[in-house]
């Protein structure tokens, strides 16, 4: 079982920078699981943004590659997203993920292959 706990959402103003985080509580290797970042506008589905697999291996969505930038402390047992220059398209509740099984970080997470989900944390980028 592994509880996921996201923090670091909040408003902004275009052109900011947010950094969210995501801590595991788990009784399972946090190393072995493959992360990632999704974010879910109301009655949307869940979009993937950023993975990162359990050798560092990232991958991100078009739309925020080069602005956002995932990665993971095994030793905390926590995965980061930092996002850069923000656009009021980024408006969404952030999730983050857990994986088990192996991801080869070459392609986007599968929402319905994530194992593990946080309660979301909400990020608002003003215009």
């Known amino acids: 079982q592994v509880q996921l706990a996201e923090s670091g959402g909040g408003l902004v103003q275009t052109g900011d920078s947010l950094r969210l985080s995501c801590a595991a509580s788990s009784k399972d290797p946090f190393s072995t699981k493959a992360m990632g970042w999704f974010r879910q506008a109301p009655g949307k589905e869940r979009e993937f943004v950023a993975g990162?697999?359990?050798?560092?291996?990232?991958y991100y969505s078009t739309s925020v590659k080069g602005r956002f930038t995932i990665s993971r402390d095994n030793a905390q047992k926590s995965v980061e997203l930092q996002m850069n220059t923000l656009t009021p398209e980024d408006t969404d509740v952030y999730y983050c993920?857990?994986?088990?099984?192996?991801?080869?970080?070459?392609?986007?997470?599968?929402?319905?292959?994530?194992?593990?989900w946080g309660q979301g944390t909400q990020v608002t980028v003003s215009s």
């Open positions: 993920a857990a994986k088990n099984a192996y991801w080869s970080g070459a392609d986007a997470l599968d929402p319905g292959q994530v194992n593990y």
């Open positions: 990162i697999s359990r050798y560092g291996k990232s």
